[in-house]
């Protein structure tokens, strides 16, 4: 069992910035590969992004060149560093172990002025 908790989220104004973590437990993390996926009101959850053990990312097209993930083995931790924010992208963000049904409980990001 892995509990991975999500933080950062919150209210931001388009063209602003925010940095996401999702801290795992257990002593494993180094072996995962993390996804950020994102739901928005009545729509389905989508990947986001995705980084590898070696620390290769893959991204959405339409978050490229604006998200990177990142990960910090010593402190079990995935981030979500998020610039160039638009109203699409509000939405409750969530992390996850790939292949796995261990979700965090989410983070709410808004983008509005």
């Known amino acids: 069992q892995v509990q991975l908790v999500e933080s950062g989220g919150g209210l931001v104004q388009p063209g602003g910035s925010l940095r996401l973590s999702c801290a795992a437990s257990?002593?494993?993390?180094?072996?995962?590969?993390m996804n950020w996926y994102r739901q928005a009101p009545e729509k389905q959850r989508e990947l986001v992004a995705t980084?590898?053990?070696?620390?290769?990312?893959n991204y959405v097209d339409v978050v490229k060149s604006r998200f990177t993930i990142s990960r910090d083995n010593a402190k079990n931790t995935v981030y979500l560093q998020m610039s160039s924010l638009k109203p699409e992208d509000t939405a409750i963000y969530f992390c996850?172990?790939?292949?796995?049904?261990?979700w965090g409980q989410g983070t709410q990001v808004t983008v509005s002025s």
């Open positions: 996850n172990v790939r292949g796995t049904q261990f």
């Open positions: 257990g002593s494993m993390f180094s072996y995962y590969v």
């Open positions: 980084i590898d053990t070696n620390g290769r990312t």
